[in-house]
């Protein structure tokens, strides 16, 4: 009778996704504070640099306004552009093309049940500008949900993290279930305007709780060998990846050596991140600075 219940749970066991990261938490350079986020970005939600690599373009999520910022990088307002033709249903993360495209995730998903998810691309150019309109609208549902909600077991539809590689979109869910494992879903989206079934291309597995292990945001690096996807405590490396396959990805785990509610990520050169969090009572409302280990 033992033995027919280990069997059993080793079974068990074996059907779970397996953790991709690294053996072991490393620790990189120290988070080093850049600026304190100006008072209008209270709650950051994703950040993104220009092509000129001059200006940070941030947005804030639901609740806020339809507005995309301009920031130098000593963290000053040099813009302030309304969105005309959007609502900020929940706007989770923005990311740019190698052209210098702006793209919002309009994807924010707490509760698993919406059915009007969308990208949003920008004519949103420079810091002149004082309005900006969507130009492309790529909306989608996810391939496997079929309800709406799903049960509470299954909560990997929530949505933060995006970046754009190759004329796709690919997204990094953030688990919500109730058990939470670190298991989250990597999807592929055509980046074109039309409604689009998200293509499940990877089911992958963090390590430790949700400080350690629920994505918020996601960049990729200019060489776009390394993906990096933020946690409040972390951030993952995911290397070994090509278009449309994430099968063999490796993950490295970097600790932040601290905790808040981190939010968006970018990559300001090939080897140095831009971090930032949302202000709370105590704490966050900062950009950070960290130097990955190459």
Known sequence: M???????VLLLWSCQPKA????????????????????????????????????????EDQ????????????????????????ENHDWEDITADPQGNLYIGDFGNNDND???LAILKLDLKNTGQKTA?????????????????????????????????????????????KGFNGTFLVFRIPN??????????????????????????AAISPEKDRIVL?????IQVLTGFSAGDFSKVKIQRLSLEHNSQKEAVVFLDENTLLIADEKDKKTGGKAYR????K
């Not at 033995?3 to 059993?8: A, E, G, P």
């Not at 689009?196 to 918020?216: C, H, N, P, R, V």
């Not at 960290?290 to 280990?293: A, G, H, N, Y």
């Open 114 to 116: 919406r059915q009007d």
């Open 20 to 59: 991709q990261d690294a053996s072991k938490t490393e620790t990189a350079a120290p988070l080093k504070t850049e600026f304190t986020l100006p008072k209008k970005l209270k709650e950051v939600s994703g950040i993104a640099l220009s092509k000129d690599r001059k200006t940070l373009w941030a947005i």
């Open 230 to 234: 933020l946690n409040h405590k972390n």
């Open 192 to 217: 074109q305007a039309g409604n689009f079934e998200a293509k499940l291309i990877g089911t992958l597995q963090l390590k430790g709780g949700y400080s350690d292990a629920a994505i918020t945001s």
């Open 290 to 293: 960290f130097s990955l280990q």
């Open 133 to 177: 309109r969507v130009t492309q609208k790529t909306e989608f549902h996810y391939e496997g949900q079929t309800e709406f909600p799903p049960k509470k077991s299954n909560w990997l539809y929530d949505c933060e993290a995006f970046i754009e590689m190759d004329g796709s979109f690919y997204l990094f869910t953030k688990n919500r279930s």
């Open 63 to 86: 609740g806020n306004k339809n507005v995309v910022y301009g920031m130098d990088l000593q963290g000053n307002i040099t813009a302030d552009v309304l969105i005309g033709n959007a």
């Open 2 to 8: 033992v033995r027919i219940v280990i069997v059993s």
